[in-house]
T-cell receptor, first 114, second 112 residues
Framework: GNSVTQMEGPVTLSEEAFLTINCTYTATGYPSLFWYVQYPGEGLQLLLKATKADDKGSNKGFEATYRKETTSFHLEKGSVQVSDSAVYFCALSEFSGAGNMLTFGGGTRLMVKP | DAGITQSPRYKITETGRQVTLMCHQTWSHSYMFWYRQDLGHGLRLIYYSAAADITDKGEVPDGYVVSRSKTENFPLTLESATRSQTSVYFC???????????FGSGTRLTVV
């Protein structure tokens, strides 16, 4: 079956540091890949997505590239801010007879200190 | 306003009571989902629906019932609440498999 593995957190960084959150996946076909962000007390929000190999998703300074050869979709940001403190979820979506299903990783908590 | 709305935002109930969590979306998305989020377990799918009157079990369906008589509503009922059902519940909707999900703000349920 499908699965998503993320690095365990928390990840603690100082403001303006470089961020990488690793994500690898296992899928039977050709999934779409997503990063979601959850701020405290809120629901998950779609941060970025990529639907095919070598696509790069980007939003709010965050980027992730769909690497089929390494089955990875690592999240990066060049300079984090305190406001980026949140939990980040990697996910994949693959259409099946039951419809579209998202498989989530366990989430990685990011804490950015001033 | 357009979006996906969950109610109530917070709920405290007693063991054995029936409780219904509401979810309403304004986009007419085909797919709707219920997840629970617990520390150490991440997000777990309870039930999902591909269209009105079509529902199916997810990973952790026991103790829950859903219905979808209208496309825009997808209520989740706990038939006889137990303490293990204390959790944060999220509803989500989606139009296509590569479009991702839109999540509601969640319902924090405490069973005492």
């Amino acid at each position: 079956g499908n699965s998503v593995t993320q690095m365990e957190g928390p990840v603690t960084l100082s403001e303006e540091a470089f961020l990488t959150i690793n994500c690898t996946y296992t899928a039977t076909g050709y999934p779409s890949l997503f990063w979601y962000v959850q701020y405290p007390g809120e629901g998950l929000q779609l941060l970025l997505k990529a639907t095919k190999a070598d696509d790069k998703g980007s939003n709010k300074g965050f980027e992730a590239t769909y690497r089929k050869e390494t089955t990875s979709f690592h999240l990066e940001k060049g300079s984090v801010q305190v406001s980026d403190s949140a939990v980040y979820f990697c996910a994949l979506s693959e259409f099946s007879g039951a419809g579209n299903m998202l498989t989530f990783g366990g989430g990685t908590r990011l804490m950015v200190k001033p | 306003d357009a979006g996906i709305t969950q109610s109530p935002r917070y709920k405290i109930t007693e063991t054995g009571r029936q409780v219904t969590l509401m979810c309403h979306q304004t986009w007419s998305h085909s797919y709707m989902f219920w997840y629970r989020q617990d520390l150490g377990h991440g997000l777990r799918l309870i039930y999902y629906s591909a269209a009105a009157d079509i529902t199916d079990k997810g990973e952790v369906p026991d103790g829950y019932v859903v219905s979808r008589s209208k496309t825009e509503n997808f209520p989740l009922t706990l038939e006889s609440a137990t303490r293990s059902q204390t959790s944060v519940y999220f509803c989500a909707s989606s139009e296509s498999f590569d479009g991702g999900y839109t999540f509601g703000s969640g319902t924090r349920l405490t069973v005492v």
